[in-house]
């Protein structure tokens, strides 16, 4: 069974220091990984995706994530946070084989001023 | 603009009754999905469809219902079996590849009073 977790429900940083928000998962093949990031009473955005290759991807918004197959882990980074990157922010995981897509608890980011 | 249209973005009902909520998407998308987001919980999968006349049970499809006749529709409907149906539902749909991330709606509140 797939199963994604998010150690942290919040995560709180300075503005213009570097932020990293954590996901572990578990697949019973290969893994499809994802970013989103969602704003209050909205749905959600895409960030970014591990599908294969390189394992740093860089996606929307400055951010970036590593991909560790050995410690089955895909955390969420960017360099220098901005007070509007305060948001929730979910990472997903889809079995190579198939469709069905699970997400984490979610964790809130707040960047203060 | 394409995208995802979910409606109502608010819905109250009484206990004991059913509820549609619509999705409706014109992305050209093959697969679609239904979430269902609680504080503290994320997304929790109820239904997805990969192609028109199927769909699985994701984790919590006990009290739910879909229907996949048309590509573009993907409609839930929270029966009164649901024992605690109050909570936002979040649709997504995403392309044929199942590397394709996740395009979402705005979301449905439901509330049952």
């Known amino acids: 069974a797939q199963s994604v977790a998010q150690p942290e429900d919040q995560v709180n940083v300075a503005e213009g220091n570097p932020l990293t928000v954590k996901c572990t998962y578990s697949?019973?093949?290969?893994?499809?990984l994802f970013w989103y990031v969602q704003y209050p009473n909205r749905g959600l955005q895409f960030l970014l995706k591990?599908?294969?290759?390189?394992?740093l991807v860089k996606g929307s918004y400055g951010f970036e994530a590593e991909f560790n197959k050995s410690q089955t882990s895909f955390h969420l980074k960017k360099p220098s946070a901005l007070v509007s990157d305060s948001a929730l922010y979910f990472c997903?995981?889809?079995?190579?084989?198939?469709?069905?897509?699970?997400f984490g608890a979610g964790t809130r980011l707040f960047v203060k001023a | 603009d394409g995208g995802i249209t979910q409606s109502p973005k608010y819905l109250f009902r009484k206990e004991g009754q059913n509820v549609t909520l619509s999705c409706e998407q014109n992305l050209n998308h093959d697969a679609m999905y239904w979430y269902r987001q609680d504080p503290g919980q994320g997304l929790r999968l109820i239904y997805y469809?990969?192609?028109?006349?199927?769909?699985q049970k994701g984790d919590i499809a006990e009290g739910y219902s879909v229907s996949r006749e048309k590509k573009e529709s993907f409609p839930l409907t929270v029966t009164s079996a649901q024992k605690n149906p109050t909570a936002f539902y979040l649709c997504?749909?995403?392309?044929?590849?199942?590397?394709?991330?996740?395009?979402f709606g705005e979301g449905s509140r439901l509330t049952v009073l």
């Open positions: 697949v019973s093949g290969n893994p499809y």
């Open positions: 997903a995981v889809r079995d190579t084989g198939g469709f069905k897509t699970i």
């Open positions: 469809s990969q192609i028109v006349n199927d769909f």
């Open positions: 591990y599908i294969t290759g390189d394992n």
């Open positions: 997504a749909s995403t392309s044929g590849a199942n590397t394709g991330e996740l395009f």
